[in-house]
Nanobody, 121 residues
């Protein structure tokens, strides 16, 4: 089982990004998939999660209204769209399955390689 996040990069404040999470050897639709980020010296932060019924959960006021998770079943991909990027959004972003398998708890089980997002002018 391998997860891979992609789509990060260098963005100016106020910009937008759409990150992708893909998987090999299994269907993302069979598990809850969450996004997370971790900046140097800071704790891991749970971002939106989508479960097997496509119900979405999110945590923290910092991401409300700017972060959106979606799933494309045909492409076996889960996306994280981020709008109005701020310098404090700079972090390594990664996707992961959830410890509750089918539901979202905000706790990662199997994570993939992350993608770096840097927000700076």
């Amino acid at each position: 089982v391998q997860l891979q996040a992609s789509g990060g990069g260098f963005v100016q404040p106020g910009g937008s990004l759409k990150l992708s999470c893909t998987a090999s050897r299994f269907s993302l639709a069979d598990v809850a998939i969450g996004w997370f980020r971790q900046a140097p010296g800071k704790e891991r932060e749970p971002l939106p999660c989508i479960d097997t019924t496509d119900r979405i959960s999110s945590w923290g006021d910092s991401v409300k209204g700017r972060f959106a998770i979606s799933r494309d079943h045909a492409k076996n991909t889960v996306y994280l769209s981020i709008d109005s990027l701020k310098p404090e959004d700079t972090a390594l972003y990664f996707c992961a399955t959830d410890v509750q398998d089918y539901r979202c708890s905000g706790r990662p089980l199997m994570r993939g390689r992350g993608t770096q997002v840097t927000v700076s002018s």
